[in-house]
């Protein structure tokens, strides 16, 4: 069904799809919260009519807009890259994967394009209501392009909803309803969104804080610092609380990326969670060279399991389990699922084959044999595995998992501390005398930008090598083309980017620099 | 009444909205051919930031559809956007990037610390008004010209050069209809001024230059559609689904059509009619008239590309990996569950509407430029 394709074109192919999402993800989490933020803001002028509320709203907005226009660059090349570099993908997948997309559209983009044209332009034009709608419009747009390209994701870890048509070679939607509520889609979108609000509290609380070391615009940056704490707070507590959902799901749909996660190299019951680990450079697996031990871990005895099934002796599989197998606890080996796989491959090339050479009979059976629901669950659910020739290449890359995990959770952690002791001094009015908080709070901006990108690289680096879990590689998934054009683009994409990014900075902190402007009590100086 | 439509009226309900959805976007890029006369009717910085301006209260409309448009393509038409983004690699690229430099362009081009200068993302609004222009006409040429791919059993597509979809300029049919929107984009750009701009220098110029856009624009367009009613065209046989050239396709398509016929007649005579006003009347008021005439024609062509038995993507390389909406649809279940979602257009539409006399109730002139605080 699908040739051999030269590792290296899949490899290219796979950098610049991270190169450009990792771009756009540096740009989307700000606008996903400070669009709430603005609203939270304006909402307040507008109820109060006090000048200082609406100076705040538009110096916020200001940056949002900078911040936004560099986001829709680098979004759009995202629309179009399922198309461009991963056709086989496009096909394969096509019937589930475009219609979130089309949706986000629909639903979402244009709700967002038009009420910001309002938002930007509007303050002398409609009326303030009008205008405050407006902001909360674009608000729940971002938001909501969030939910749609997150279900999308979300059906790439837990393929849902969906069944395999023999004719037309390619998954099938069946359920709609569960794509787009799949408890996977569910975590993962107000995670990812609650990683966005943070991430923009983070941000006004530091650019405030500086502020506040500077003895500048201080009214604003003490209110800027009050909306982004508690907007931190509320956020950090859904995100810890998602986070916990997630990972959930993943122990359940997603075992690899969870043992990854956790560097679990073989099952236990009541396994113990690291919380945290320093991995050895030098000792590994003879089998694996990426199967690090640990040099060094502090382990909470039982603690894996509670969280990954809400049962202290669990068994929680391993990644030996999984390659291996565990009859005890019902695990089926790697090796039988990649034969289930490649007979499901054998039997579709047997009716594409008798389809083409008229045999009708034959044909019949198999299709009969190959839309079989004990067939689907059986041997076509590890479809996948049909094409993998070696385990290893089943396992991603553990240290990079274990690492990003636990880092990321680490500093989501110490951002909801900061919130709280911002908000705990703010209130007592003595803020200002900590300035190695307010320095803190400007040098944790980055740690922020960090954390969500983290974020994304145990979702996705964890799910290698799959782009649909289990059932297509990455290797079956790309465009036939020559890897020579993916590198180019590759590096035009990232010359353009960069150079993007090192003007948005630019002009970003230049806007910051320069502060806001005052507007006057009924009117705009 | 959407849980009864038959999958084929799904599958023509679905090119009726992708169509729509081509024409408006044809029509929003008058943002592009504003771009590239930025500098021939702005004379001063003051005059062209009033320029950019008024286009940039729109860019993201265009670009939203853009994107949309892409995203029903995938949604309704899987096979084609894995086919023809997949293939016509470079051609998309290049697209795509003219569009990348465009969406920054706006809000960084006069904001203080620009390390690459004003003049570098002015260079990148032209750039991305002439090649997205030029490039999405010559790319929708392919259309009704053909694309040198083919399909294995398996629907994975191999294109058969190496310029990966760059090849389509070599056919002068795609290059007129590319033409054709650019000269298009800046005479309904032209009209948009005369009818967003209040300022007595910038609409001296766009008069002028309306009759000097306007006869070449003239001439791609009908040396493109009088090739198209006279040449080859790809149909299928409903029954077999096996395709192959008949002569006089578009042609015949238009006669047996008369729905479209009409839609395209009368679309022609709204831009005419449009771009009299502008020229011989009241100037301001034509873009109502050329703007309605733009989607109907544009629909009109789509609707001769996609219906009455036509290969919407043909494969010039191999005929029977051509592309038809039977052929190259989502299931079933996933058009039904979209046209559902589809209800909601209307509903765009209107707060679109809202929104865009909500800001558009007054000209633009230097007066708000100077008063503005949000200004690009």
Redesign the interface.
Known sequence: ??ESIDLSLVNWSRAQFALTAMYHWLFVPLTLGTTFIIAIMETIYVKTGKPEWKTMT?FW??LF??N???G??????L??E???????Y??FV??????P???????A??????????M???????SKK?HLL?SWLVAIGANLSALWILVANAWMQNPVGTTF?PD???N???S?WEVLFSPVAINKFLHTINSGFVLSSVFVLGISAWFLLRKRHVVVARKSILVASIFGIISSLSLIMTGDGSARQVAAVQPMKFAAMEGLYNGQRGAGLVAIGVMSTSESDPRNENLKDFAMKIEIPNFLSYMAFLDWNAFVPGIHDIIDGNEEEGIMSAHEKIERGKFAIEQLRLF?EAK?NGDTDNETELRDLLTNENFQNEYFKYLGYGYIKDTNFLIPNVPLAFYSFHVMVMLGFMFLGMFVLALWWLLRGTLENFRWFLRLSVLTIPLAYLATQLGWMVAEFGRQPWVVQDLMPTTTAV????TA?VQI?FW?FAL?FT??L???V??M???IK?GP?TEEKGG?K | MIAAITYSLLQEYWWIIISLLGALLVLLMFVQGGQTLIYQLGKTDQERTIIINALG??W??T??T???F???F???F??F???????A??V??AI??S??????S???RS??????GAKTYEVFLFLNGLLGTILIGTAVGTFFNGAQFSLN???????QT?A?GLEAVLEIHNVLLGLTVFGLSRVLALQYFNNTIDNEAINGRTKKMLLFNVVPFLLFFLSFVVVLLLKRGFAYNPETLVVSLEPYKYLHNLLQMPLVLVLFLAGVFAVLWGIGLDLFKTPGKGIWYSGAGTVLTVFALFLLAGFNNTCFYPSAYDLQSSLHIRNSS??E??LR??AW??L??PF?VA??WI??K??N?KKINQDEMD????KY
């Open positions: 069904m699908f538009k907005m200001n807009g900078i936004f226009a560099i829709v660059a680098t979004g759009i090349i629309e179009f399922f198309g461009t570099n991963w056709s086989n496009s096909w096509g019937d589930i994967f475009g219609a997309l089309a949706i986000e559209g629909i639903m983009f244009f709700l967002e394009s038009t009420f910001i044209a309002v930007f332009f509007g303050w002398n034009k409609v009008f407006s048509n037309t070679a390619r099938e939607m069946t709609f594409k083409k465009s036939n083309i020559s054009s683009t035009l353009i150079s993007l090192i003007a948005e630019g002009i902190t230049k806007q320069i402007k705009q | 209260r729109k993201e409309f670009f939203t853009l994107v949309t892409g995203g029903a995938f949604a309704s899987p096979l956007y894995a086919s023809s983004f997949g293939g690699y470079w998309w690229m795509l990037f569009f990348i430099i465009q969406a920054v706006y809000e960084f904001k203080p610390a620009n390390f690459l059993a398996y629907n994975q597509v191999t294109w190496s990966r989502s299931s279940f996933t569950t979209m979602v589809s909601l257009i765009v707060y679109i929104a865009w909500a800001i109730n008063q503005e605080t949000h």
